[in-house]
């Protein structure tokens, strides 16, 4: 049921873009266009022809946009798909290596039996080049496939990806990149930046949820084993009717986000100022980070309850790892950054790409009062301008 325009959600102020970005109204109205066509686009009649036309545009568009071959790029019903299908693709004669702060999809999409070795990062949650090339060096019977993500959904910061990348071709191993927080937010280009593999996600850039696309280089990318096998579509690699719709929005958002990019630096900027002057300390400030996220942690206040403190209010954001329960988990990043003490105590705020300057003025405002509230806040004078 849709909610009534009485219902606080409808009046909500959204700042959880690393949830789910919400729909950009260029990829509806791609979904409805596509969601008229009738035929399937593996039948050979005139009508999946068109739907096939389609759905090769979509794939056109998704490749050219990363830097990927179109014949490479598998179309998939998200980014934990599309990562589970390379983590099970490549990890055959592999060893296996895995960002600390990786997302649960890339985490716990190991297959099982695998041999995993974790790479830890630096406090600023950047990954340890020094233990990254000691890793790949060290002489072992298995060449590695290295598993880092682009941009880190929690604190929006971003591995050194070319170093990464330049370590992976000269010891031979195949990087496989979490590109689902990145596109769209930063440059990503499959060939040109080096990666073997990339998994993307529609919903996170203005598309749909349910689509997603796993784009892939190297020698022999066809030979990808499928997770589902069944009707043998994109070319064997993932059965199953596509889901035209969410594809062609998914495309669509893609080129929005790439040819109107969001301008989130400053507004982030000026926010993340006034936070800290109310007590908040900036998770990853250190690092190169995503424009548009801060994990935000209050010494002495639960993420729970800042939550529910700040939803009352009418400001939708989120603890940095909230698990589908509903429940907030306990934050593997922020302990991998050795801030587990503050890892109850974070919150996520990620500004979508339509958030407007007012309503973060009026979340810093909020965030000032929930701050000063606590038992030992110091006053703070000013907001956000
Ligand atoms: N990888 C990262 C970094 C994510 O943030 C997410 C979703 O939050 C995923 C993968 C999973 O993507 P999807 O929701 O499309 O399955």
Redo the contacts with the bound molecule.
Sequence with gaps: MLPSPDDGAVNAVYLDA??TEPLRPSAATAMLEAASLVGNPSSVHAQGRRARALLEEARAVVARRLDADPLNCVFTS????A?VQALHGFAPGRRILVGRTE?D??RKGVPEGALVEWLEVDSTGQVRLDLLEETLARPHALPALVCL?LA??ETGVLHPMAEVARLCARYGAHLHG?A??AVGRIDVALHAQGFGSL?C?G??LGGPKGA?ALLLAGPAPRALAPLFVGGGQEQGRRGGTQALPAIAGMARALEEALDAPADHASLRDRFEKAACQAGAIVCGAGAPRLANTSCLALPGLRAQGQLMRLDLEGFCVSAGSACSSGKVAFSHVLEAMGLKDLAGQAIRVSLPWNVRQDDVERFAAAYGRLAAGRANAVPVAGGMA
């Design positions: 690393n949830a998200g980014g934990t798909e990562n997302h999809a890339v993500m880190n959904n979490d689902v927080q998994a996600s919903h996170k997603g």
